[in-house]
Structure formats: C-alpha cells, structure tokens
C-alpha cells in the first residue's frame, strides 16, 4: 500500500472508471446512450476528473443534480452536454442557459416559464420531461393532452427527452417497476401518437441495467438512453426477490479509502476507551488511533462495530468513532508504526472490505457512506 502524507485519503483509480463505464456500455449496446451520473462530486470520486475519465471512453453525456453542479463541470472546461436532474430554483434559471445545461423538467409550468425566457434571451433551450410513473417524488403527474398542449404551445424550447425514475428496481418481490415501465410505455406511445418525438427516452439507473432489465432501455421508439451512477464507481445494490434474476453487470469498486495511525499505545486489561467508555479492554490491547472519524464521513454507528484493515489483518473498532478520530485494536498487527495507514474501504492483504459492507454494519446504504466521505478527505487519482 502507497502512504500519501495526508491524515486521511481516498485513491480513485481511472481505469476502474473506465472499466466500469465500458461494462454498463457492454450490456445496454452501441445504439443506447450512456449517460453517467456524477452528481454528488461523482458520490465523492471528484466530479471533474472523472468526468474526464468518462469522456475519454466516449461519454457524450454526464448527469448531475443541480445547476451548481453542472458550473462546476463547465468551469472545468467540460464541455459535454449536462442533465441537471434533480430541478433547480427559479433563480437559477438563467445560469441553465448561460452554461448550456440541459433541465430535467418535473412540471408543465416550467416548461412555459423557460420558453419565455428562451424567447426573451433569443437562446434556444433543450430540455428533458420527467413524469412520474409511479416514484412519487419529482416529475410531472400531467396527463398526455395536457403535455402534448404545453409542447406544442412552447415553440422555442424543445422536448428532447422523455424520462421516468424508478423506486424499487433492485427489488423483484415488487411489482412497482413493471407497474413504472408500463406506465412510462402509455405515456410514450400517447406523446408519439400526437406527434411528439423526443430524441431520447431513459428509465434506468444501474439496477435494472445490473439486473439486465432490457425493457427499460429498449423498445421505446427513440434513442434509449441510461443513467447508471452506482455502477460506475463500482457498485450494484443486492436484489430482493425469490425470482432476482442474477446480476449480469461486472463492476468493481473504482474508491479505496485509507487513514493514518497517528498514534499507538498499549494499553492493559480493564482500561476504558474514548467517549463514553463505551469499550473497555478485556486484555492487554494495542489501541491505534486513526486520523479519520465522522467529520471524514466514518459512520458513526460503527462505534464498536465496525472494522479496518490495519496491516493486511482485521482490526475492529474499540469504542466510539469520535469527530475526528477512531480507535482500533492493532494487536494483531504489531509491525505497524505512527505513520502508517489502514484501510477502512478497499483491499489489504487477504481481507477487503468496501462500502456495501461498511454500511451494512452502520446500518445504512453504500451510497450514503461514499457520498459521506467529506472534502477533508483527500483525493489521490491512481
Ligand atoms: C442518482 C440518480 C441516478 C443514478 O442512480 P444509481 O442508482 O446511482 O445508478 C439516475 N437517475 C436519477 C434521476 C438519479 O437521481
């Protein structure tokens, strides 16, 4: 393991970046698109420069949530078109202009409100419908005249996209994403029967990609489009389902995530450790103390229960996980000294450990620990 003279660091890997976007184009085939999401600072891989990476594989769109985002990327230099998914305030309305983002719209009155302003501005403006065929969070709920009569009434903005979000896609006990698909199908075919084309359609995420639910990216007379963002930092959620077909994507996480030993002490039998004195050494114990803790996004809830990788071998953690530190059982790993590091995400020797795990034990869902990492972390490309 390479140490990096910083308390606490993540090492992203490129080529996992790249193998994993090649890997979503594998299945979903040459005539979709494949729109990567990074949003979140890329779930904290570093929204920049793995955008970068994915464009040098031939990503010709990226997703993010919001407009600031979206400025980020552009300040970058990148020059890919953007989706901002997750709406923007009406304030923010011009910088969607001024930086080429494309919108997701989520009602009809906006789609109105941006043709005026692409009348006013004399700037044409795409953007992509999102309904809601059964999610119940953004998108409109309008009904096919309803949209077909915006549309049409919008001259100079274009209906580029027609898009839907699923809820339940890795679980197959649930009815809820046919119930989507279906839904999302009579939407499609209701705008193509009035004339309205949008160029793309996108459903997926990673699940049903990962699950190889192709459904959701064919068959619906445009250009499919995907929006995998777990799978391209190397992740797929477990399916839930007697019937769970198997997982046909191969992804690997791109995110190792190391802090330094910044102190060691032996400890005897029957001392108390850190807050609370929630532990207490049931023998002579080498307690290690790590520069990483909550406010470097290590969950909490792995207060006496979580573990690291310290020297190829497990060492749990002993006590609360603190602000800024975390103490760990070193006894098995004697050879370590101040100055070295675990690894609390990635591979070490025989053990690995990533965020899937990690959060199972904290109670929580892999992305909320990759998008906790915070920005005291620091990012090293390898
Ligand atoms: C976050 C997000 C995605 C990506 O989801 P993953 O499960 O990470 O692949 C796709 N579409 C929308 C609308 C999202 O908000």
């Keep these: 393991m390479k140490v990096y003279p910083f308390r606490s660091w993540v090492e992203v890997s490129r080529q996992r970046i ?7 184009r594998a299945i979903v085939g040459q005539d979709a698109e494949v729109m990567p999401v990074v949003k979140a600072d890329a779930y904290r891989h570093g929204s920049v420069e793995v ?14 949530s919001n407009v600031e985002e979206g400025v980020v990327l552009r300040q970058a230099g990148i020059s890919a078109r953007i989706l901002v998914m997750a709406d923007f305030l009406p304030a923010e309305r011009p910088a969607l202009l001024e930086y080429d983002l494309t919108p997701a719209i989520h009602s009809l009155p906006d789609v109105a409100e941006l043709n005026r302003l ?6 044409p403006l795409r953007y992509h419908l999102k309904v809601d065929t059964g999610m119940g969070r953004l998108g409109t709920r309008a009904s096919v005249p309803e949209i077909v009569q915006t549309i049409v009434s919008s001259a ?6 027609l898009m839907t979000h699923f809820a339940s896609s890795a679980d197959y006990s649930n009815p809820q994403t046919d119930e989507q698909i279906s839904c999302f199908q009579r939407t499609a075919e209701g ?3 009035c ?6 359609v996108h459903l997926s995420s990673t699940n049903p990609v990962a699950y190889g639910r192709a459904q959701a990216w064919l068959n619906q007379g445009a250009t499919p489009m995907v929006r995998p963002g777990h799978a391209i930092y190397g992740y797929v959620s477990p399916a839930r389902g007697d019937h769970a077909p198997k997982r046909v994507l ?5 995110l190792a995530w190391r802090a330094a030993i910044l102190a060691i002490k032996d400890m005897p039998e029957g001392e108390r450790i850190g807050y609370g004195g929630i532990f207490r050494t049931v023998r002579p114990t080498r307690i290690g103390v790590l520069a990483a803790g909550y406010a470097d996004g290590l969950p909490h809830r792995l207060s006496n229960k979580g573990r690291v990788i310290a020297g190829g071998k497990w060492a749990p953690i002993l006590g609360a996980v603190s602000m800024d530190l975390t103490t760990v059982d070193l006894t098995q790993s004697p050879e370590l000294r101040v100055g070295d590091a675990v690894t609390i995400i990635g ?3 025989e053990c690995t450990q990533d965020a899937q795990q990690l959060a199972r034990v904290a109670g929580t869902i892999s992305y909320s620990v990759l998008c906790g990492i915070s920005a005291r972390v620091k990012r090293v490309y390898v």
């Design 118 to 123: 692409a009348q006013v501005t004399q700037r």
């Design 195 to 200: 004339g309205v084309k949008p160029a793309f």
């Design 156 to 161: 100079h903005v274009t209906c580029e996209g």
């Design 347 to 349: 591979a070490e020797g």
């Design 250 to 254: 191969d992804v690997r996480p791109a």
């Design 18 to 24: 790249a193998d994993n976007y090649r890997a979503v």
């Design 51 to 64: 955008s970068h990476v994915l464009i040098q594989n031939g990503a010709r769109w990226l997703a993010v």
């Design 191 to 193: 705008l193509r029967a």
